[in-house]
């Protein structure tokens, strides 16, 4: 199918402007074609706003291995219906794909079930540098790294290894920053004080995962990083003392850079009250001081990507007291949703066209621009001639209310049940081809593809 979105609002490259955008054979045409053959569809889209999909380069889909939480299917779906068209996955899942025949097998399942596009990054390891160092650069979005144990225990501890990797490493290394002595100390000596009591909750978790714990880890490896030369990019910064290293030249002009998800946008240690465990993740949601400066380090350049680090558990297990209960978050489907809230902050409309002007722009680029620049996506995250058509529509002016049941997540659950948006995801395209609609729901046939890397 050929699509003429016409009379849209597109935004582009640092643009806000109305136009058409063709969609011929699965790529993206600026101007209509001289021929059309084949069959057309013309799609009314003004008021709608049109985006380049989302590539979000931090998703736990938990396949294989864990797929009690979540799988392929579920989760790119997911996806879809969030205007995310195409993910990088983690490496720890069960087996971790630590190596290229376990991501090969990932390949393999992703080709099978997704609707969204796919990548996946290899996990380091104590015992696999030879491994990362022989890789085929090319096949793979990136090396994690875990600097403080996390879900699905990768940490990587021994300073040998580490020189080795920083030095060494032809792709960018992903790390998760968190010092993982500061954290078994915090937490051995708040098991012993609060264990079993009613000072057993999610409240602790920030004063557990604290922002020493971040800064201490981040600072060495932007360190280490500094003295080899090597393309590092902090995950999920969630303080505002770690934005004190970094830089806010372009990105092109960087090696160093960093994350933020939506949750640590979204949420501050106020929520712990309401939610919990809900919004147990690691690195922790913090304080409202450190929710505001990362909001402003997005539009200094501090922050480069956003990412979800879209982290599904059951119900069941985030039910647990708090010391037994896992961290991680599922909210891939309603990030872009939320971080397009700020546009419908202003009183008049006025105001509103001001901020559209600045904030979209902005939040395209953290999205969709930046991510596939920084991890050498070829062919994707932009609207330019001849790239994948992988697009989405939204509606600025229609709201969404998350419930249970339109959920696509296998978990069931989400901490922002109840919460209503004011814009909503009419149509996402993967490759040219509606992938979800809010009228039909996420389509039966998928059209997705591997990603390629260049870098």
């Given at each position: 199918?050929?699509?003429?979105?016409?009379?849209?609002?597109i935004?582009?490259?640092?643009?806000?402007h109305?136009?058409?955008?063709?969609?011929?054979?699965?790529?993206?045409?600026?101007?209509?074609?001289?021929e059309?053959?084949g069959?057309?569809?013309?799609?009314?889209?003004?008021?709608?706003?049109?985006?380049?999909?989302?590539?979000?380069?931090?998703?736990?889909?938990?396949?294989?291995?864990?797929?009690?939480?979540?799988?392929?299917?579920?989760?790119?779906?997911?996806?879809?219906?969030?205007?995310?068209?195409?993910?990088?996955?983690?490496?720890?899942?069960?087996p971790?794909?630590?190596?290229?025949?376990?991501?090969?097998?990932?390949?393999?399942l992703?080709?099978?079930?997704?609707?969204?596009?796919?990548?996946f990054?290899?996990?380091?390891?104590?015992?696999?540098?030879?491994?990362?160092?022989?890789?085929?650069?090319?096949?793979?979005?990136a090396?994690?790294?875990?600097?403080?144990?996390?879900?699905?225990?990768?940490?990587?501890?021994?300073?040998?290894?580490?020189?080795?990797?920083?030095?060494?490493?032809?792709?960018l290394?992903?790390?998760?920053?968190?010092?993982?002595?500061?954290?078994?100390?915090?937490?051995?000596?708040?098991?012993?004080?609060?264990?079993?009591?009613?000072?057993?909750?999610?409240?602790?978790?920030?004063?557990?995962?604290?922002?020493?714990?971040?800064?201490?880890?981040?600072?060495?490896?932007?360190?280490?990083?500094?003295?080899?030369?090597?393309?590092?990019?902090?995950?999920?910064?969630?303080?505002?003392?770690e934005?004190?290293?970094?830089?806010?030249?372009?990105l092109?002009?960087?090696?160093?850079?960093?994350?933020?998800?939506?949750?640590?946008?979204?949420?501050?240690?106020?929520?712990?009250?309401?939610?919990?465990?809900?919004?147990?993740?690691?690195?922790?949601?913090?304080?409202?001081?450190?929710?505001?400066?990362?909001?402003?380090a997005?539009?200094?350049?501090?922050?480069?990507?956003?990412?979800?680090?879209?982290?599904?558990?059951?119900?069941?297990?985030?039910?647990?007291?708090?010391?037994?209960?896992?961290?991680?978050?599922?909210?891939?489907?309603?990030?872009?949703?939320?971080?397009?809230?700020?546009?419908?902050?202003?009183?008049?409309?006025a105001?509103?066209?001001?901020?559209?002007?600045t904030?979209?722009?902005?939040?395209?680029?953290?999205?969709s621009?930046?991510p596939?620049?920084?991890?050498?996506?070829?062919?994707?995250g932009?609207?330019?001639?001849?790239?994948a058509?992988?697009?989405?529509?939204?509606?600025?002016?229609?709201?969404?209310?998350?419930?249970?049941?339109s959920?696509?997540?296998k978990?069931?659950?989400?901490?922002?049940?109840?919460?209503?948006?004011?814009?909503r995801?009419?149509?996402?395209?993967?490759?040219?081809?509606?992938?979800?609609?809010h009228?039909?729901g996420?389509?039966?046939?998928?059209?997705?593809?591997?990603?390629?890397?260049?870098?």
């Amino acid at each position: 199918m050929n699509y003429h979105i016409s009379k849209a609002t597109i935004v582009n490259e640092g643009t806000v402007h109305q136009g058409d955008v063709y969609i011929v054979d699965g790529r993206i045409a600026l101007l209509p074609p001289v021929e059309r053959s084949g069959e057309w569809t013309t799609i009314d889209a003004e008021g709608m706003l049109i985006l380049p999909g989302v590539i979000d380069t931090h998703v736990h889909f938990r396949e294989p291995g864990l797929t009690e939480k979540a799988d392929m299917a579920s989760e790119s779906r997911a996806a879809v219906a969030g205007g995310v068209t195409s993910f990088v996955d983690m490496p720890n899942t069960k087996p971790q794909t630590t190596t290229m025949e376990l991501l090969d097998e990932k390949v393999a399942l992703a080709q099978a079930k997704s609707m969204a596009n796919y990548g996946f990054m290899l996990g380091a390891t104590n015992d696999n540098i030879d491994e990362l160092l022989a890789a085929d650069p090319s096949r793979y979005a990136a090396i994690k790294l875990f600097l403080g144990s996390s879900t699905g225990n990768m940490l990587v501890n021994d300073p040998a290894v580490l020189d080795r990797l920083f030095k060494q490493a032809k792709k960018l290394i992903v790390a998760h920053c968190e010092e993982e002595s500061i954290v078994q100390a915090n937490l051995h000596n708040f098991k012993l004080e609060c264990q079993g009591t009613e000072r057993e909750t999610a409240a602790l978790h920030p004063q557990i995962r604290t922002t020493e714990a971040c800064y201490v880890s981040s600072y060495k490896a932007i360190e280490r990083a500094r003295r080899y030369g090597t393309r590092l990019h902090i995950a999920h910064i969630s303080t505002a003392t770690e934005l004190n290293l970094l830089s806010n030249k372009p990105l092109a002009e960087k090696n160093i850079t960093a994350e933020v998800t939506p949750n640590h946008l979204w949420f501050d240690e106020s929520d712990y009250a309401e939610l919990g465990n809900l919004i147990k993740c690691n690195p922790a949601i913090k304080s409202r001081d450190d929710r505001l400066a990362l909001w402003a380090a997005l539009y200094d350049g501090l922050i480069d990507t956003i990412g979800s680090d879209h982290a599904p558990h059951t119900w069941e297990s985030k039910q647990l007291p708090y010391f037994d209960a896992p961290g991680g978050i599922p909210s891939i489907q309603h990030n872009l949703l939320a971080m397009l809230e700020p546009m419908h902050s202003p009183q008049s409309e006025a105001e509103r066209d001001e901020l559209i002007g600045t904030w979209l722009p902005l939040l395209v680029e953290k999205m969709s621009h930046n991510p596939a620049e920084l991890f050498g996506i070829a062919n994707r995250g932009f609207i330019r001639d001849g790239y994948a058509a992988d697009l989405v529509m939204v509606n600025p002016r229609a709201t969404t209310t998350v419930t249970k049941e339109s959920l696509y997540y296998k978990c069931g659950w989400s901490p922002l049940d109840g919460q209503t948006f004011h814009s909503r995801v009419e149509t996402t395209w993967v490759n040219g081809e509606i992938a979800y609609s809010h009228a039909d729901g996420v389509a039966t046939t998928s059209h997705a593809q591997r990603l390629l890397f260049e870098k």
